[in-house]
């Protein structure tokens, strides 16, 4: 993951206005108070994200970063979807804010995807569609099998006598991975 060009991505305000016309145009009366309420919130969520991409700079923590958010924006827009569904089954009425921030976050999700390996994508969206069952433990076991498995940040100290003991009473028995 090239980071610069992601931030740059992440910050360009074309997102905006295209997500900002999309929603506008969900309804012919729509409440432009309301769209420009979803499109903050969306604007929100790329900052946040572009701040921390930028912060961390590593490639690979940038594209964990990117990753964890598709995840969490993707289970966010399934239970919106889910509420919006049921709703109109039901007979209700749809909440015009459920159905724009579904909209955002379906959009949020779109660029997102742009920014990791296709086969990840489809990992994640395989996992989160498919009902908690062994299929879908099957399909988290195959993406964590796919990734890098990073190596712990800390790991437990040997109890040596000597050399390095005080030093592991002091930090409490731990110290960093080689």
């Not at 099957?138 to 796919?146: F, G, H, M, P, S």
């Not at 050399?163 to 592991?168: I, L, T, W």
Request: hydrophobic fraction near 50%.
């Amino acid at each position: 993951m090239n980071v610069t060009q992601t931030v740059r991505r992440l910050r360009d305000d074309a997102f905006l206005e295209e997500l900002r016309r999309s929603l506008a145009s969900w309804a012919d009366d729509v409440d432009p108070a309301l769209v420009e309420q979803t499109v903050a919130w969306a604007d929100g969520v790329r900052a946040g994200l572009a701040d921390l991409v930028e912060l961390v700079a590593d490639p690979d923590d940038a594209a964990m970063a990117c990753a964890v958010k598709l995840v969490e924006l993707k289970a966010g827009w399934i239970g919106i979807n889910t509420k919006l569904n049921y709703t109109a089954v039901r007979g209700g009425t749809v909440e015009t804010a459920d159905a724009l921030r579904g909209a955002a976050t379906s959009a949020l999700v779109d660029l997102l995807e742009a920014f990791l390996p296709g086969r990840h994508v489809e990992a994640f969206h395989a996992f989160l569609g498919a009902p908690l069952t062994s299929q879908a433990l099957r399909v988290l076991d195959e993406v964590w099998d796919d990734a890098v498995k990073p190596r712990p940040v800390f790991t437990p100290a040997r109890k040596a006598k000597g050399v390095g003991s005080a030093r592991n009473r002091k930090n409490r028995g731990w110290r960093l991975a080689a």
